[in-house]
């Protein structure tokens, strides 16, 4: 008898990849491009709980509430981190490599040489910096310019954790940082 398991993966095996004329026809769609891609962007970043600033801060104490542990991933070397445990972070500081006008959301990669990537997790705040002249129109030219190749792991943020499977009530922070703040440099 086959278990469950085996029947999806044998289902699975047997899938064939799209043809060219199905690919072709993918690659032709027309996608949205806006006349100011740095101002939607900012627009649909606060509709997703990301907290908006234009320049860096020179203190994250009067953005982000009890900010006692920081992790700065874009100056810090990893060997010079003392925390007893990730749980503890309050803020952790990234880099994100572009922003995506038609979401809101920032593309963060992670390399194997950097922290954990649980940081992204388990940390209350994130402090994200963004170029503001890397912001991409849409998701298939995001996806165009990561080279998957070269990410160990990636992830697109868009403001804090949410989740309403809790009693249908609307959570903040459930699974992720309760506050984003998106520092566009």
Not at 29 to 52: M, R, V
Not at 120 to 135: C, E, F, M, Q, V
Request: proline share 3%; aromatic share 10%.
């Amino acid at each position: 008898m086959n278990s469950s398991k085996s029947l999806i993966l044998e289902a699975l095996g047997e899938l064939k990849a799209p043809s060219e004329n199905v690919a072709s026809f993918y690659q032709n769609i027309q996608h949205i491009k806006y006349p100011n891609p740095l101002e939607k962007f900012i627009d649909l970043a606060k509709a997703s709980g990301a907290k908006i600033f234009y320049e860096r801060p020179n203190t994250f104490q009067s953005i982000f509430e009890n900010v006692k542990v920081v992790v700065d991933t874009t100056t810090t070397l990893e060997k010079d981190i003392e925390i007893k445990s990730l749980q503890e972070v309050d803020l952790t500081i990234l880099d994100a490599k572009f922003g995506v006008a038609e979401n809101g959301a920032v593309w963060i990669e992670w390399k194997d040489t950097l922290f954990p990537r649980s940081l992204l997790t388990l940390s209350k705040n994130l402090a994200i910096y963004l170029k503001r002249d890397a912001i991409l129109n849409n998701m298939s030219e995001a996806y165009k310019k990561i080279d998957f190749s070269k990410v160990s792991y990636g992830i697109f943020v868009s403001g804090p954790s949410k989740t309403a499977d809790i009693e249908q009530s609307l959570v903040i922070g459930a699974h992720g940082a309760v506050n984003v703040g998106i520092f566009l440099i």
